[in-house]
Antibody, heavy 114, light 107 residues
Framework: EVQLVESGGGLVQPGGSLRLSCAASGFTVSSNYMSWVRQAPGKGLEWVSVIYSGGRTYYSDSVKGRFTISRDNSKNTLYLQMNSLRAEDTAVYYC????????WGQGTLVTVSS | AIQMTQSPSSLSASVGDRVTITCRASQGIRNDLGWYQQKPGKAPKLLIYGANTLERGVPSRFSGSGSDTDFTLTISSLQPEDFATYYCLQDNNYPATFGQGTKVEIK
């Protein structure tokens, strides 16, 4: 059974850093497109980043240069390193599998506030 | 980045109604479009991919159509469990982009 479990969210001050993890089971992360999507409280969905099976990465303009997507093949885990966090990064962050995301995790809440 | 303009932003409908939601892309995206349903506090659920292919397990009352810049999600006969927010997503060109969402409410 395909499962995605995010972790690492929490409260962080503006300018701080956080690393989100997405532990996968039932499939191999490195063989699939893997994405991060976020949703600010009461707002719509916002695509954040993707990593191809071949390793190529893309980012939304709003996070480019601040966020880094990566994976650990030995742990079958996807990551999102978030630096220079801003209040507008406050959101539930979902990881998802496939180019048109099919399988989603339950999300982890990141709150950026002083 | 490609902009996805989704309409309407909300609608009120009754059980049994036919509902149509549209998305327009700011440039051609072939048929690289998906439709999602999201209920409060839950992750989105994929309904349609490739603009018109029904995801496995999704009821046949959902259908998608369109290509290039104009796309439609149709619910042929609205059911109580369909009251939710719907989003389109283009993945033709990165960064991928979502529409603003359509909230389907009970009339």
């Amino acid at each position: 059974e395909v499962q995605l479990v995010e972790s690492g969210g929490g409260l962080v001050q503006p300018g701080g850093s956080l690393r989100l993890s997405c532990a996968a089971s039932g499939f191999t992360v490195s063989s699939n497109y893997m994405s991060w999507v976020r949703q600010a409280p009461g707002k719509g969905l916002e695509w954040v980043s993707v990593i191809y099976s071949g390793g190529r990465t893309y980012y939304s303009d709003s996070v480019k240069g601040r966020f880094t997507i990566s994976r650990d093949n030995s742990k079958n885990t996807l990551y999102l390193q978030m630096n220079s966090l801003r209040a507008e990064d406050t959101a539930v962050y979902y990881c998802a599998r496939d180019r048109t995301p099919t399988f989603w995790g339950q999300g982890t809440l990141v709150t950026v506030s002083s | 980045a490609i902009q996805m303009t989704q309409s309407p932003s909300s609608l009120s409908a009754s059980v049994g109604d036919r509902v149509t939601i549209t998305c327009r892309a700011s440039q051609g995206i072939r048929n690289d479009l998906g439709w999602y349903q999201q209920k409060p506090g839950k992750a989105p659920k994929l309904l349609i991919y490739g603009a018109n292919t029904l995801e496995r397990g999704v009821p046949s009352r959902f259908s998608g159509s369109g290509s290039d810049t104009d796309f439609t999600l149709t619910i042929s006969s609205l059911q109580p469990e369909d009251f939710a927010t719907y989003y389109c997503l283009q993945d033709n060109n990165y960064p991928a982009t979502f529409g603003q969402g359509t909230k389907v409410e009970i009339k």
